[in-house]
């Protein structure tokens, strides 16, 4: 996509009344739920932010590690690990799995991973049916448009 036809897009996102209105009212609705639970349950907010920030980059920093750990239990639970070094690798170890078992379709639950891999579109080329069990995400395969939230992938349709 060329600077242009980007910059008319989101020009046309902009200028966009239906959208915008779709996107306050959910934004809202979000951002109210939110206060309250934190208000709700939560007596220091801040300090547990931090704590998980804390624990993210623990984890991050030992991360080869607890991979392998975490190789070594699902193998001794009786689990397969495949690992890929790239999406396109890891779209050939699904599509592999499904033709080696004879798969034509699939369920996939919301992930993040498959939808940064581009799994469906893959999958639809090799002639496989992926099918979304999230409703917004279903909504999102069926319209053939990508998400534009991570939790609320048709954040942005209205009924």
Known sequence: MSHQEHNT??????????????????MDTLKGNRKNLIASRYVDWEALREQGRAVKQKT?????????????????????VHWASDSKEANEI?????????????????????EETHLNAFLKQ??????????????????????VHIVAPAIHKNR
């Open 126 to 147: 090799k002639g496989l049916d992926p099918v979304e069990t999230d409703l917004g995400e279903l909504i999102i395969q069926l319209i053939d448009e990508p998400p």
């Open 94 to 114: 699904i599509y592999n799995l499904m033709k080696e078992n004879h798969i034509t379709k699939i369920l996939k639950g919301k992930s993040m991973a498959s």
């Open 9 to 26: 897009i989101v020009h046309n996102k902009l200028n966009d009344q239906q959208l915008r209105k779709n996107l306050k009212s959910v």
């Open 60 to 80: 991050l920093s030992q991360l080869d590690t607890l991979l392998e750990r975490f190789e070594q239990n699902a193998l001794k639970n009786g689990f397969i």
